[in-house]
């Protein structure tokens, strides 16, 4: 299980790793081949997003990659063949993220199923609130899979609550306003809002958007449990090839 | 937790949890106005003096006479200021976003009309705006991007995705999920998230309203039949609003592009293309294909350029009281040469999708039944690309000489 995973992590290290991919991207080769460099360089898990021709929460960046992975006539199902490879080469949990259409054209329960087979341990899904999600909530319950739910600085003390309730794993914490990739400021504001964030849940904490280097994870150290690193690996991937990436990851991790 | 804002199976509110809170505050908001009469009062006094509301229903006695059937009436929302029905829902939300306090409005476009509108309410209202454009859109509407330009408004052309209408509209919820403290995100059409198509619904109703009076003022009954085009369904929810209680059968035109079964339309409710799904924060019939992915959509209208449509309308024509058909890019042209002849009005592309399956119904109907056709807008501001429908080698040869001037 996904929570006890990353218990069992974070007794050997103050804060853990998880990057982003999105499948397909540069092309399904490439971006396999990047899941590889990562897991070598040490992030502890990965989330693997299923490209969707409207991302509507991502930034520029991830924008770019669904849409060029879609030119590549990258599918869905070819996405879900090849992380199930990943599951069995690899040991780090893997989680998809994707938007809710994906799954619902899928066949909901039909893609829980699927994951549950593919030893895929959680899902990220930001256009499901818990309101729309109640069969989404309860299939993944039933098949063992995290339901992972997203906390933003806007979202009230109560709802955290009511977001707890329902997810398991860990807690995506959205560290500002926006879109991925952008800009974040590592300050006492960060610092309360996770402390909020704490006050409301059991589950361990993600930290994610805008997070980019070394010194944004030290920060974070004795605050969240997982520093989320998506849009800066396809960024330098894009400027600077896969061995920077290696080098970028073992730095994070290091 | 309760699911809201489903109309039968479709609608709800499928938001990134960044905006559960300003959805929220916007939810108060429409509760609180929706059943407040004086906030009806102020919005349709404005209506009256800012625009020309009451739109008048026109009789179409030309158009009756020639294709010798329904007796024929119009209403004309192409009148209304800026010259569409855009504008009824855009002053109704200017006038929610004055009661909340913010200070900047954001708006996606497709055809320009809705960038047009919005522009307008902030120049009047002192907000400041940006206006949201795909690239294409931008191309083919170029006379709507300089008058948002005067008004005051900053228009982005958007040049991810297909680069139409719903990829302005992903681009303005990033900008939402930004700035929502200080600036409402004004959707164009009754889609979207819940309130929008309850609400956008809301203030297009004022068609409607006035609809029904008109006609049972100048007839004596109601109509047998109304026709609307369908983009994103607020014109045509608008104005079925004010009959949904009556015995008059609603028709609702979409865009039938090339022909349906060439796949270059956007029919999201009479082609077999379409299927439910969940996207742009709503779920509805999509034009997408077996894995989810958003097909491109075609329509020489590019206001009913778009691959979803409201939940409202989806569930109407699941309860079989609207019905739907799709008029091709090539009847849009015929059917407006014959109304500029016939009657001296001219109507917007998108609005001609409506007289096409009305002037199809007509003629098969007796002389003492009545139709409304619902003129959502006015087709003289679109000179550009109806001349280049048309194919007129004087315009053309015009734009040769205007070009020449410019290098010159
Ligand atoms: C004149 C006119 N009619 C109709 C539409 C379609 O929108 P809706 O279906 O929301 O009325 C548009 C959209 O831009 C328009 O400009």
């Not at chain 1, 520029?60 to 090849?82: D, F, G, H, S």
Request: proline share 4%; with cysteine; hydrophobic share 40%.
């Amino acid at each position: 299980m996904l929570k006890q995973y990353i218990a069992e992590k974070l007794k050997q290290k103050d804060i853990l790793l998880m990057t982003h991919i999105v499948l397909g991207y540069p092309n399904m080769e490439a971006s396999i081949q990047l899941i590889d460099i990562m897991v070598e360089a040490g992030v502890d898990l990965m989330e693997l997003q299923i490209p969707f021709s409207e991302p509507i929460a991502d930034g520029p960046i991830i924008l770019k990659a669904n849409q060029k992975a879609l030119e590549n006539n990258v599918t869905v199902k070819e996405c879900l063949e090849k992380a199930a490879e990943m599951t069995v080469k690899h040991s780090i949990p893997f989680l998809y993220m994707s938007y809710f259409n994906i799954l619902y054209k899928y066949g909901l329960q039909a893609f829980i199923e699927k994951m549950s087979a593919d030893n895929i341990q959680g899902a990220i899904v930001p256009d499901l609130p818990p309101e729309e999600g109640t069969d989404y909530i309860q299939w993944m319950k039933e098949n063992k899979r995290a339901p992972i739910f997203i906390y933003s600085p806007n979202t009230s003390n109560e709802r955290m609550r009511v977001l707890s309730s329902h997810g398991d794993g860990f807690i995506y914490c959205v560290a500002r306003k926006g879109v991925t990739g952008k800009k974040t400021q590592f300050s006492s504001e960060i610092d309360d809002y996770l402390k909020r964030c704490r006050n409301t849940t059991s589950l361990p904490l993600a930290l994610g958007f805008g997070v980019k280097e070394k010194s944004d994870i030290d920060f974070l150290k004795g605050k969240a449990d997982i520093a989320v690193v998506g849009s800066e690996t396809i960024k330098i991937m894009n400027e600077k090839g896969f061995n920077a990436v290696a080098d970028f990851i073992s730095n994070l991790s290091a | 937790m309760t699911k809201k804002g489903y109309f039968g199976e479709f609608g709800g509110a499928f938001l990134p949890e960044i905006l559960v809170a300003t959805f929220e505050e916007l939810e108060r908001e429409f509760t609180a106005i929706k059943s407040d009469t004086e906030f009806w009062n102020l919005y349709q006094s404005l209506m009256s003096n800012y625009s020309c509301r009451p739109t008048p229903l026109t009789y179409a006695e030309n158009l009756t006479q020639h294709l010798g059937g329904a007796r024929i009436f119009i209403k004309r929302e192409d009148l209304n200021h800026t010259g569409a029905h855009k504008l009824n829902n855009v002053m109704g939300q200017g006038l929610m976003v004055k009661r909340m306090g913010k200070g900047r409005v954001i708006a996606e476009t497709g055809a320009g009309q809705h960038g047009v509108a919005t522009a307008t309410m902030a120049a009047k209202f002192g907000f400041k705006c940006t206006i949201y454009m795909g690239e294409t859109d931008v191309i083919r509407q170029r006379p709507n991007v300089f008058w948002m330009n005067r008004l005051g408004a900053e228009v982005v052309p958007v040049t991810d995705g297909t680069r139409i209408l719903k990829d302005a509209i992903n681009e303005a919820f990033r900008d939402w999920v930004s700035n929502m403290d200080d600036t409402h995100y004004v959707l164009g059409t009754a889609c979207g998230p819940h309130p929008f198509p309850e609400m956008v619904t809301f203030f297009q109703s004022i068609i409607g309203k006035e609809a029904r009076k008109q006609v049972l003022d100048q007839t004596g009954k109601l109509p047998d039949r109304i026709f609307a085009c369908v983009g994103g369904g607020s014109n045509a929810m608008g104005i079925f609003s004010g009959f949904l209680e009556d015995p008059v059968e609603l028709i609702g035109v979409e865009a039938g592009g090339k022909g349906l079964s060439t796949h270059h339309h956007a029919s999201r409710l009479c082609s077999d293309d379409a299927s439910l799904g969940v996207a742009q924060g709503y779920k509805t019939f999509f034009l997408q294909n077996d894995e989810g992915q958003m097909n491109e959509t075609h329509s020489i209208a590019a206001g009913l350029d778009y691959v979803g449509v409201s939940p409202v309308l989806s569930h109407l024509r699941e309860c079989k009281r609207v019905r739907f058909s799709a008029a091709t890019d090539e009847e849009v042209i015929e059917v407006m040469k014959l109304t500029m002849q016939k009657e001296g009005i001219i109507p917007a592309l998108e609005s001609a999708h409506a007289f096409v399956q009305a002037f199809k119904e007509a003629p098969q109907m007796s002389q003492d039944q009545i139709i409304i056709i619902n003129q959502s807008g006015r087709g003289d501001k679109d000179i550009f690309t109806i001349a280049d429908a048309f194919q007129d080698p004087d315009w053309n040869q015009f734009i040769i000489n205007k070009a020449e001037q410019y290098h010159a």
